[in-house]
């Protein structure tokens, strides 16, 4: 019985083909011949058009469904591709702000080492700095062993911060540029002037509120203003001249008009280093 169905099945699709293809034939052969197709060529000839669009659309659904299918497979992997790279770039970004977090201080050195190539250098760490006297005083990781003596110039980054003023073995005491304990531990400076000329004058005090070193016993007044540069001027003894220590950003006059403080950012933050270069007042002979 089921071979009997099966067989009528196939004598159907058969007989349709027939029918179609005969169709077509007619519909070829008349249509030559006539300038119109008659009504049953229309007819066949639509018929065949239906037909022809009852089998494309399932072969056709076949395909757009394959289509898809990979389009969206393609853009799963891009989006896999594109969340690996974002997560690699995360990564390498937390790499970048961790060491360049880590090595902030320690590439301001590499720069300040390159700009004082007559001096003898030095780098220490900071590893003590008391609350108490946080203008005053710190205490670095390098003594005497390593060569580190009394009066030895301290910077950080690119600007002065201080002086050794004492030296044990293995590490020694540094006095600020910002300390108000000692007249003694002040440091000459000089200001270089638009036209050449320099004026001296010494670091006499700090001002806290406006974290700026305050310069006094300032002779040459004339023609100081903001942005000049003030180094040291080694009349001090202990000190070499030409070390970096910030720039002008204000001068202050007193009743006559003459100018009694110059006010000068420091090159440093003098409160956030944690790496220090101690300069040696000996020229390095190569």
Known sequence: MRNFFSNKKLIIIMVLVIVVVSMITASLTFGQKRARPT???QAGNDGLGVIGNVVSMPINGIRNIGDNVQSLFNTYQENRQLKSHL?????????????????????????????????????????SRSPNNWQNYLLINKGALSGIKKDMPVMSGSGLIGRIVEVNQTNSKVSLISTDKSLSNKFAVEITKDDGTDTSGIIGRYDKDDNLLVMTNVDSPEKIKAGQQVITSGLGGLTPRGLYVGKVVKVKKDDYGLVSSVFVKPATDLNNFTIVTVISRDVEHG
Request: no cysteine; charged share 25%.
């Open 39 to 41: 009504i049953i060529h």
């Open 87 to 127: 997560d690699d770039l995360a990564q390498t970004k937390a790499q970048i702000s961790a060491l360049k977090k880590e090595n902030k201080d320690l590439k301001q050195q590499v720069k300040l080492n390159k700009t004082l190539t007559d001096y003898h250098q030095m780098t220490a760490s900071v590893i």
